[in-house]
């Protein structure tokens, strides 16, 4: 049980540590599956609504919040063999013959059986997020998926005369005409993390090009802010899913979260390699979402904004408020302005009041606008609340090294 009341001190080091493991309690050890893998369905109490369903996003996403956890000595030994055992998983989705990742699998007594073959550049973005944390964790053969993660990207989906990456791909390969900037984001986030896994230029050489080119040209060709959806030769497509709210990878409108999470990036950028503009840019971004996207009846984010920046989706979303809370706290450090504090401390306050499931663990994934729940289903496909665990740790790296941090209770 966490106390919903009083409230704790969000920029706390002891709260952020103890947030992560009260929020690993929930999956661990309740979602190690003794077949492999581990369960990806978890309704509210942490019960599996679904024991056979793999998504690569999900597989991928526990191998970064474990390891995350590993680096910092949180979560224990159970942490540690949770991290071993998705990272022997990853490889079930991999087709040898062509080296693509399946999207989607179903698995039992040991077997996996393929659902959905696409291929998803947003998949392999986490694919390489992936291996790029489990080696920094010190797990054993995750170096070399780096490299080979990469070069299966640049071989398949780099587009060099765009400067970015196509989208998705069918098993062997032929890509389709969508276009998002989703896709270029994580793996933005992904080249990161193996330029810090490594040191390798190249890495951050390509993170730097995707920031360019998503958060200036691509921006400036949707009036300032970035768009989601592009057609093949980048152009924005205004109306792509315009009338579907049901694709949770590829939704209609400028979306808040978004912002915030590149204006997180752009900082983490900077850090690595200082650069005119990217704090102010990051500012920008920020800011705009904080603006266009609060609630002020209800508190916390919007989840989208149509272009003419009115609500196109009311609904709160877990991440958005998660994404958004780190790059307060990092703004707050790299500007020294004190309003990027106070938007911490009410999206903080917000998502423990709303989001945080204080009897159970974790945080529901999705509420409406007057925060009323949706469902019972707290972790579906993709969520393995990354977002939440992550934006721990990164408030954590901009008050405490990790190394420094790992010594802490």
């Known amino acids: 049980m966490i106390p919903a009341t009083p409230l704790p001190d969000f920029r706390s080091p002891e709260f952020l540590r103890a947030h992560v493991r009260d929020t690993l309690a929930f999956y661990l050890p309740r979602a190690i599956d003794p077949s492999g893998g581990l369960f990806h369905f978890l309704r509210d109490d942490g019960s599996v609504y679904d024991a056979h369903t793999r998504h690569l996003v999900s597989s991928t996403r526990y191998i970064v919040t474990f390891s995350m956890a590993v680096r910092r000595n949180l979560g224990g030994d159970v942490a540690w063999q949770a991290l071993q055992q998705a990272f022997d998983f990853l490889p079930v989705h991999r087709d040898p013959a062509t080296g693509g990742y399946a999207w989607v699998l179903d698995w039992r007594d040991g077997q996996a059986r393929v659902l959905d073959t696409t291929n998803h550049a947003y998949g392999l973005a986490f694919v390489l997020l992936a291996h790029a944390h489990a080696h920094m964790a010190g797990l054993s053969g995750a170096h070399a998926g780096i490299a080979q993660t990469f070069d299966l990207l640049e071989q398949r989906f780099w587009e060099p005369q765009h400067g970015l990456y196509a989208d998705e791909a069918t ?78 990878f590829r939704p ?113 994934r999705i509420l409406r606008a007057d925060n009323s729940k949706i469902s019972d289903e707290k972790s579906p496909a993709g969520k393995v609340d990354y977002h939440t665990m992550g934006a721990c740790h990164d408030v954590l790296d901009t008050i405490t090294p990790c190394a420094a941090d790992a010594a802490s209770p």
């Open 171 to 248: 098993a062997d390969w032929q890509l389709s005409p969508y276009r998002g900037q989703n896709a270029n984001m994580h793996l933005c986030e992904a080249l990161l993390a193996a330029f810090d896994a490594t040191r390798e230029a190249r890495y951050l050489d390509r993170a730097a090009l995707l920031a360019e080119h998503i958060t200036v040209r691509q921006a400036a060709l949707a009036g300032g802010p970035v768009w989601e959806h592009h057609r093949a030769d980048w152009s924005v497509d205004w109306d792509y899913n315009r009338d579907d709210r049901t694709n949770i």
């Open 252 to 364: 209609w409108g400028f979306q808040p979260g978004h912002l915030t999470e590149w204006a997180k990036l752009l900082l983490l950028l900077n850090e690595r390699r200082p650069q005119a503009g990217l704090v102010r840019r990051a500012q920008h971004f920020f800011d705009t979402a904080m603006k266009t996207s609060w609630d002020a009846k209800h508190g916390g984010l919007f989840y989208g904004f149509a272009p003419d920046g009115s609500a196109c989706d009311s609904d709160k979303y877990f991440w958005v408020q998660a994404e958004s809370l780190a790059a307060a706290a990092r703004l707050a450090q790299v500007t020294g302005e004190a309003r990027y504090w106070a938007d911490y401390d009410r999206l903080w306050a917000y998502a423990w009041a709303h989001f945080v499931d204080h009897r159970h663990g974790a945080w529901w």
